[in-house]
């Protein structure tokens, strides 16, 4: 063989090994790069439960800057390639995401990216004025506590659920609801509406009826009595003896109804002067019920007027030991009695406002 060739045929081996190599090099750089890659998309990359909220025209930036801020992530250069390729970075959607410890980065884009929020229990109770019930309901949804209150003194969307300005509140039922974040004020009245609607069944009406009441009226006697005894087993003994007054044609004579008037429930002890109140709300000047609630009544309030505990009572005085609890009466002369003890308890106390 001629030495050219022969060199030439001793060129092809160290040629194709170096190839072989480079295709070597190759496939363990590309393995390494998969390796890689799988573990960005199927590790675990949450580091503990977090709740995320997203929103209305949150960017990805602003999103990965939230999540960074607060140190949610174990590998974020992970979650900016996975986002990409998903183009998770194009759309973000708003809601309230519950992250949980050992979430992978697959399952946290694909929870966002859906938009699968998880819901929120909204729970109001204890309220008496619109300011307080917006202030309570925005600490759960994304809706401030200005559209809210805006909400309840639209007249338009108030008449539209069948209710007037005095008494629209006999709608926001106190209770757990479970609702998204992304709730708007239109939307948790609307929900509201049907709440009020599911609670008003065919039983309860029924009794009201029987009592000669609207559910509207129901309500607004139920805010009375709740705010008369903070006693749960005096309510329906309360109930009785208003129902008795209303039936009778006798002024409720309630004295939360005047502080109500009065705007201040700091009064311990209402006086003559306060009676003097030119309110609709201040029943010791106007016979039957105030035009509206007092409070947002609970539902324990509204079913113990629907329960009402029948008797002849229609005086009612704190008791002189101050248990909150009541001295009831059938009489003028015995509720006298019951008022005499409690005023010197009163003055032995020093409580004179």
Known sequence: MPIEQKNRAMAFPRVGRAIIIVFAIAFILAGARAYQLYHYIFDANVQSDYVLLVREKMSFEELYAKLESDQILKNYKAFKWVAKKKEFNKSVKPGRYELTAGMNTNELINKIRSGNQDPVDVTFNNVRFKEELAGKVCKYLEADSLSLLNLFSNIEEITKWGFDAENYRAMYIPNTYQMYWTTTAEAFAERMNQEY?????DERKAKAEKMGLSPIEVSILASIVESET???????TVAGLYVNRLHKGIPLQADPTVK????????????NKHLEIDSPYNTYKFA???PGPICFPSITSIDAVLNYEKSDYIYMCAKEDFSGYHNFAATLAEHNRNAAKYRAALNQNKIFN
């Open 288 to 290: 039957g019920l105030p």
């Open 230 to 236: 903070a006693k749960s087993d005096e309510l329906k």
């Open 260 to 271: 109500y008037a009065l705007g201040d429930f700091s009064i311990k002890r209402v006086l």
């Open 197 to 201: 609607l599911r609670f008003w069944n």
